[in-house]
């Protein structure tokens, strides 16, 4: 029974095979999801949050810092692509080019209608499986942002940041991150 199940589930070289698409893909134990394509405001704040990490990145030599789509391998049958990532110089191995085979030091994912359920439940637990040292989850609606860190017992809430305040988190803690900027 367990080979039949198997034989359903969608894998990373399934979804190669496709070729390049336009069309967000991830696989979630095997399962294929295709979201709608994000609204305008979800990728205006996407993209302030990779410029202003990219920035303070750039400024200190830490990394390198990506937005969607990305494809973020953490096994043959579970493939996500975060909005935005951010990967540390010292772990560039697990970047080959195309993918990255490992999970990311931090992920933001922009919560939408579509897919707030999924960040919030399998994403949270997969990339706090994975090794990711922060998750942050934003929310154009509350306009805030969530600011988890990893521990030993998976990602805790470090706090929630409003658009009025100025933002650090452990992985940046002498950024001052401009909330306003994303939150105009």
Known sequence: MAKIVDELKVSYT??????????????FDGEVIMTAMPTVEHQRIATEIAAMVRLYSRRRNLGLVLGAPVDVVLSEFTVLQPDV??????????????????TPDLVVEVLSESTEERDRTFKFREYAKGGAKEY????????EVEVYHNSE?????VKTFGRDETMNTPLFPDAEFILKEIFP
């Not at 190669?16 to 069309?23: F, K």
């Not at 010292?90 to 993918?99: C, L, W």
């Open 14 to 27: 399934d979804i190669l095979s496709l070729g390049e698409s336009n069309q967000r893909i991830e696989v």
């Open 136 to 143: 942050w989850l934003v929310s154009p609606e509350k306009k």
């Open 153 to 157: 017992k998976g990602f805790q809430l």
């Open 85 to 102: 990532s951010f990967l540390a110089h010292e772990r560039m191995h697990i970047n080959d080019g195309k993918k990255f085979n490992a």
